[in-house]
């Protein structure tokens, strides 16, 4: 798969699984990132959401989208907690759904996750080992 038909399948799946570990144990939980102009991820996540401590713990991260077709792209990254309200801006324009938790990328318990992505690999059903690329240009 090409860069770019990475970049469509993310934003047609409109959300992934993401993994967090916690100990030695994976957590994954389904959710709707932004993927920014930089080929990096940004999400909201609760000011109080576990999530958080999994990432100060262990900042490495893995997401994992997929397509009604069986293609799919899994995103290595590095994650950080982040208040920039800049970036927090563009996820509350791009995910309309927030806004049934928070009350605008002000709002105290609106915390924003970074992921520096560091390796896709994606691959369609029709090949027989995935594609290691970057989102980085």
Known sequence: MTKQEVIDLIKDAGYGVMSTTQGDQPKARPMMPYLDEDGNLLLAVLSHSRTINQIKANPKVEFCFIDRKMSFARISGLAKVSNNLEKKENVWNYIPMLRQ???????ANFVL?????????AMTP???EPDVLSLKD
């Open 101 to 107: 938790y928070f009350s605008g990328p002000e709002d």
């Open 126 to 128: 029709h090949q027989k």
């Open 113 to 121: 996750l970074e992921i520096t992505t560091t390796q896709v690999e």
